[in-house]
């Protein structure tokens, strides 16, 4: 290809601004090679050549863009932070190692030793832990708050704080933040607010529209969706993705180039699956709500959820795959029922095409204390259900193998 025809091909990229949801997530982020490539290449490679002694320590001492070493310049992980950016709204993205490794790396370079989080009671396990455990052993404390509750917000803001952190629908409880309201809280108060966005997806919600500063994927779930690899990626304005791209190339929980391609595949076909997640969800948690030893079904898409008309407002297009539910009985009627599935997968992950159902006491929330657990209120017969793209009626008969042995 000569040069003549390669500034042509840059000339037609793709310009995403303008475009629909769905065409960015085919088309933003590709830039093509010399070599005019269809699909987005994977760029295999720890480290570049420079031309000159004197081009490398331009590149290193940041005089001149271009890529320096794979820990945080990469083609392809470029790409997909481009496109998810572009998905979310945001002006630009870091991709991480994982989506613990995005909340981590967000923290660790916005906050300081004395610096205070109102975080939702109602997150990951995980979250939980690395607010209540680890960030407090950097001098960061946490404060729990009932999501729910636009006064509980308010009332655990202290002088200290710095950002307010929840994740809407709650994992996996499906209770809601009103996003608006509480981006307007943070702005009077001049706080960060950090949204984890995981459980819809910028198809179904797009937090920084409504107010949000950050929004936080674990982009193991739904942005890849069959689960084949872990990587996460945080989303914002320039100003603090800035310093969230400084901790990764410094810290080094960075995204594989060949993690960013799958990503990438993924994001081409989000908005179907998750057209097919939300539809199938839904017809299973109204079906679950009429059985006999089904006590309570925890889905924003149902009419007797409490928020259910928060939900409508504040998501688009559908009300996500995951719901849970309550069983007649204990512990080991809802274990009981989990062991008598046969064709649904028994893992904690989810967002896959793949239904996926967990005990979530037991596996996802098990390192949080018994009383953690009971506030947030994930009770022992709690069983929580990742809704595949499988035939339904096949999900169903699974179901009713769990019903009948409780």
């Not at 690395?130 to 729990?144: A, N, Q």
């Not at 943070?186 to 459980?199: G, I």
């Not at 990587?231 to 901790?247: A, I, L, N, S, T």
Request: with cysteine.
């Amino acid at each position: 290809m000569s040069i003549a025809d390669y500034e042509r091909l840059q000339r037609i990229q793709f310009e995403a601004e303008g475009y629909g949801q769905s065409t960015q997530a085919v088309r933003a982020g590709q830039h093509r090679s010399l070599e005019g490539e269809h699909s987005d290449p994977i760029y295999a490679t720890s480290s570049y050549v420079f031309s000159s002694a004197r081009e490398a320590a331009a590149r290193f001492g940041g005089d001149e863009a271009g890529n320096i070493y794979s820990r945080f310049t990469n083609p392809t992980v470029q790409f997909f932070e481009e496109r998810i950016a572009t998905m979310e709204g945001g002006e630009r993205a870091v991709a991480t190692a994982s989506g613990m490794a995005a909340i981590l790396s967000t923290c660790l370079a916005l906050l300081q030793q004395g610096d205070h989080v109102v975080c939702s009671r109602s997150v990951f396990g995980s979250t939980v832990s690395l607010f209540e455990k680890y960030l407090t052993r950097t001098g960061i404390s946490t404060t729990f708050v009932d999501p729910t509750s636009i006064d509980a917000w308010r009332e655990a803001i202290v002088p200290e704080t710095k950002m307010l952190f929840l994740e809407t629908p709650s994992n996996p409880l499906a209770e809601l933040t009103d996003v608006v309201a509480v981006a307007a809280l943070s702005k009077q108060h001049e706080l960060l607010l950090v949204v984890d966005n995981c459980f819809c997806t910028p198809v179904l919600q797009q937090p920084i529209k409504q107010g949000a500063d950050i929004v936080i994927h674990s982009a193991t779930k739904y942005l890849d969706g069959q689960g084949r690899c872990i990587g996460g990626v945080v989303v914002g304005r320039d100003k603090e993705m800035e310093e969230v791209y400084g901790f990764i190339r410094t810290g080094g929980a960075c995204l594989s180039p060949f993690n960013a391609w799958v990503f990438l595949k993924g994001l081409e076909t989000l908005r179907l699956r998750m057209d097919a997640h939300c539809r199938n969800a839904l017809d299973m948690a109204l079906w679950l709500e009429q059985q006999p030893g089904i006590e309570r079904v925890f889905y924003a898409g149902l009419p007797s959820h409490p928020q259910h008309e928060l939900a409508k407002q504040q998501q688009t297009g559908g009300f996500g795959g995951v719901l849970s539910f309550e069983v007649t009985g204990d512990q080991a009627a809802a274990w009981r029922f989990i062991d008598a599935t046969e064709m649904v997968s028994i893992t904690g992950n989810l967002g896959d095409v793949k239904t996926t159902i967990t005990h979530p006491a037991s596996t996802t929330h098990g390192r949080m204390t018994a009383e953690a657990r009971a506030e947030a209120g994930i009770h022992d017969n709690l069983i929580r259900l990742s809704v595949g793209i499988e035939d339904l009626d096949d999900i169903k008969a699974d179901m009713c193998r769990g019903l009948a042995a409780i």
